[in-house]
């Protein structure tokens, strides 16, 4: 499966973007999907995740209640909704996809997944 990030730009602290995983060659619905960032000097960390039902959802704590993951399994869509945003959000985000051994459970752990996009990049200004 081929994985496309978007949506990403330059928006001022407190605004919303909504970033968007496309997926081709394959359908989306057998994966499980995470949400990665990666800001300059630091190393790549677990945004959001869904399992491929859309049932389980899981956050980095410090995204909890800004940020909701969803996906369309129609559209072969994964979304990140990012609301009321922090300068420290700033980073370049991946969307990743794994059809992981159990469907009860997303992983948090970047070597985990086998798929990756290419990024797009957030950059929130103060």
């Known amino acids: 499966v081929q994985l496309q990030a978007s949506g990403g730009g330059l928006v001022q602290a407190g605004d919303s973007l909504r970033l968007s995983c496309a997926a081709s060659?394959?359908?989306?619905?057998?994966?499980?999907v995470g949400w990665f960032r990666q800001a300059p000097g630091k190393e790549r960390e677990f945004v959001a995740g869904i399992s491929r039902s859309g049932g389980i959802r899981t956050y980095q704590d410090s995204m909890k209640g800004r940020f909701t993951i969803s996906r369309d399994n129609a559209k072969n869509t994964v979304d990140l909704q990012m609301n009321s945003l922090k300068p420290e959000d700033t980073a370049i985000y991946y969307c990743?996809?794994?059809?992981?051994?159990?469907?009860?459970?997303?992983?948090?752990?970047?070597?985990?997944?086998?798929?990756w996009g290419q990024g797009t990049q957030v950059t929130v200004s103060s």
């Open positions: 990743a996809a794994v059809n992981y051994y159990s469907n009860s459970e997303v992983p948090r752990e970047s070597s985990v997944y086998s798929y």
């Open positions: 060659g394959r359908t989306l619905k057998i994966y499980e």
